[in-house]
């Protein structure tokens, strides 16, 4: 079975709650497009406005991280249940900002995605490499540990519902893009990494973004690809510009 496209917008630390009302009533008319799953990852303190705001839209709200632990003692942090209280069905994990400046690891990120499964929720699961890392010429091993290390203990039903978002570090916010053979690359090594670890089926299954200056002038270059089911977009997801993304093809 073809997979689905995912177009998923990652707002990042932008957008106050009523910017964010504001911003999804401009952009619904432009994202309609039922053959790709269209997901806008807000700030957590925007989650509850914009469900409301997308509501009757094809638009799904996600959150960009959550906390690996139940309930409790833990000041500042959103819980699983928190985020299906709210409605929400993807969450961001382990976006490299969050392992550069709030100390995330690959284990905490397999945490993550366990809890993120346990509560019925899709983790959209980041990896990439830094331009050393590239220059170094290990992209592709890095990328396999981190990949690994995320789905220790995730069954093969659960890997094959999940997203993974490759990101390579250096394409982050910069404009300057991966080309379509150094993403393809990458994303056809994660997904036969996931062949690795569970089988033919869930590698098959498994949906594979790009990010990193996704435009609307790339995205359908990038989106065809054989490997590439979408992408994970953060300055164009803001901007008009991201219905153009959501309809790549056309
Ligand atoms: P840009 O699209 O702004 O490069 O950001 C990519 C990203 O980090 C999405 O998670």
């Known amino acids: ?49 914009a469900m409301e705001a997308a509501k009757g839209t094809n638009i799904h ?17 959103i ?3 928190m985020l299906v209280d709210a409605g929400v069905k993807y969450v961001i994990i382990g976006h490299s900002e969050r392992r550069e400046y709030f100390a995330e690891t690959d284990e905490t990120v397999n945490k993550k995605v366990l809890k993120a499964f346990e509560h019925g929720i899709t983790p ?8 050393t890392q590239r220059e170094q010429g290990v992209t592709i091993d890095f990328v396999r540990q981190q990949i690994k290390i ?13 997203v993974i978002a490759y990101e390579p570090i250096w394409a ?15 994303c056809k090594a994660i997904r036969e990494c ?38 994970l977009v953060g300055g164009a997801s803001l901007k008009p510009d991201f219905g153009k993304i959501v309809n790549y093809g056309k």
């Open 124 to 131: 959209i699961v980041c990896c990439g490499e830094t331009l």
């Open 150 to 162: 995320a789905f220790l203990n995730v069954t093969a039903e659960q890997a094959a519902a999940a």
């Open 1 to 49: 079975m073809a997979r689905k496209k995912i177009i998923a917008g990652n707002w990042k630390m932008n957008m106050t709650p009523s910017e964010a009302v504001e911003l999804i009533n401009t952009l619904k008319p432009l994202v309609v497009n039922d053959e790709v799953d269209v997901v806008f990852c807000v700030p957590a303190i925007d989650i509850i406005p």
């Open 79 to 81: 819980s699983p249940a």
């Open 194 to 231: 996931v062949g690795e670890i569970y089988d033919d089926a869930t590698a098959a299954a498994v949906r594979i973004q790009y990010g990193g200056s996704v435009s609307a002038s790339n995205a359908a270059e990038l989106f065809a690809q054989a490997d590439i089911d979408g992408g």
């Open 61 to 77: 709200i996600g959150a960009e991280n959550m906390y690996f632990e139940e309930k409790g003692a833990y000041t500042g942090e």
């Open 172 to 186: 982050i916010g910069t404009g300057k893009v991966a080309t379509t053979e150094q993403a393809e690359e990458v």
